[in-house]
T-cell receptor, first 115, second 112 residues
């Protein structure tokens, strides 16, 4: 099956702990994205990567970090510096610009709750 | 910052009726996309309309784009209970690496 997987589906964290959310894709897409969604809200961009070993901050990068060592993987670490980390986190990917579509393909999400 | 504003925030209709959702944005765009999200799930792409297009159809979906007014609408005809979901517009601004900027969404409830 081709697609994007995120794990775990639910994650609980104690205050002061770092936690890493996994995102893997086998679509051979170059670009990958991390979004945060709060209840009743749209998605806000945390970080994105257009190519391996390169990534850029989105609109709300503070308290988060990412790496892109492999094309298929783009893990997100929520650090203890993130003041309000409880949210639904969505990962997405897409082919690079120049393809017919700018469509992004989303994973199923990880719901993070800080206890 | 979010570019899109969606209207209404919530919409409740009966099965068989049409549902119309509107989206406004602020800057020049490459294209505009609509996505659907079932509760607690990821987003699913519905339709993309480019800045040089005015209307596009896909099945029961009809999207319009007015770049002079910086607005778009999504029409779902003959709605079904299975259409119940949140619908988001997302714009792709020029020269920003294909970033999507999302609106806050319209929560659609279709009652059987």
């Amino acid at each position: 099956d081709g697609g994007i997987t995120q794990s775990p589906k639910y994650l609980f964290r104690k205050e002061g702990q770092n936690v890493t959310l996994s995102c893997e894709q086998n679509l051979n897409h170059d670009a990958m994205y991390w979004y945060r969604q709060d209840p009743g809200q749209g998605l806000r961009l945390i970080y994105y990567s257009q190519i391996v070993n390169d990534f850029q901050k989105g609109d709300i990068a503070e308290g988060y970090s990412v790496s892109r060592e492999k094309k298929e993987s783009f893990p997100l670490t929520v650090t203890s510096a993130q003041k309000n980390p409880t949210a639904f986190y969505l990962c997405a990917s897409r082919p690079q610009p120049g393809f017919v579509s700018d469509t992004q393909y989303f994973g199923p999400g990880t719901r993070l709750t800080v206890l | 910052s979010q570019q899109g504003e969606e209207d209404p925030q919530a919409l409740s209709i009966q099965e068989g009726e049409n549902a119309t959702m509107n989206c406004s944005y602020k800057t020049s765009i490459n294209n505009l996309q609509w996505y659907r999200q079932n509760s607690g799930r990821g987003l699913v792409h519905l339709i993309l309309i480019r800045s040089n297009e005015r209307e596009k159809h896909s099945g029961r979906l009809r999207v319009t784009l007015d770049t002079s007014k910086k607005s778009s609408s999504l029409l779902i005809t003959a709605s079904r209970a299975a259409d119940t979901a949140s619908y988001f517009c997302a714009t792709v601004p020029y020269n920003q690496g294909g970033k999507l900027i999302f609106g806050q969404g319209t929560e659609l409830s279709v009652k059987p």
